[in-house]
């Protein structure tokens, strides 16, 4: 066998070993990835249950941006970038929490840090992993969906299930 035939070979066969990688492991990893992002940053906003003075200063000098107010925008991004990191981790509203982290991205991307655009493409990949194609089956949504459908009925919830078909 020729070296390239090798190549191509070897080619084939670590496309092969990736294809079977499942989705909700990939889903599961951005998912997890991508919360931990958001939270950290989250914290860095917040002493306890407070927004802080030097958030509010950042959002007022530092950050601009237009249309809203600094205090209210510093006390919305700490409270996204908790509450949604929250559902995307055990997977709940698990699409609808990406789009509005990948609209926050976006706004971080135009308006607060344009020359960031690699990281924020990397967050955004893992954010449209997860709208396009769902949070995978270790999720609150598969289990609630497949509950609703009428497949699996959680224990906690026998005998409360919906009767639409």
Same mark, same amino acid.
Request: proline fraction near 6%; glycine fraction near 4%; charged fraction near 10%.
């Given at each position: 066998?020729?070296?390239? *035939? ?7 066969? *670590? ?9 909700? @492991?990939? %889903? ?9 992002? @958001? ?33 209210? %925008? *510093? ?7 908790? @509450? @949604? ?14 789009? %509005?982290?990948? *609209? ?7 308006f607060v840090y344009p020359g960031a655009w690699p990281t924020h493409g990397t967050w955004a990949v893992c954010l449209l992993v997860i709208v396009i194609r769902g949070p995978g089956v270790v999720s609150l949504d598969h289990l609630l969906g497949r509950w609703w459908h ?16």
């Open positions: 066998m020729t070296f390239v *035939a090798s190549a191509v070979a070897l080619h084939a066969r *670590a496309v092969s070993l990736a294809e079977m990688i499942p989705h909700s @492991f990939l %889903a599961l990893l951005a998912r997890v990835s991508i919360a931990a992002v @958001f939270w950290q940053s989250g914290q860095t906003k917040v002493d306890g249950w407070m927004v802080t003075d030097s958030a509010v200063y950042l959002f007022e000098n530092e950050y601009r941006l237009p249309l809203i107010d600094p205090w209210l %925008a *510093a006390h919305l991004a700490a409270a996204a970038e908790h @509450f @949604f990191p929250l559902l995307l981790v055990v997977g709940f509203l698990s699409r609808l929490s990406a789009l %509005a982290l990948l *609209a926050m991205t976006t706004v971080i991307q135009i009428g497949s699996a009925v959680p224990p906690a919830m026998a005998g409360n299930r919906p009767h639409m078909r």
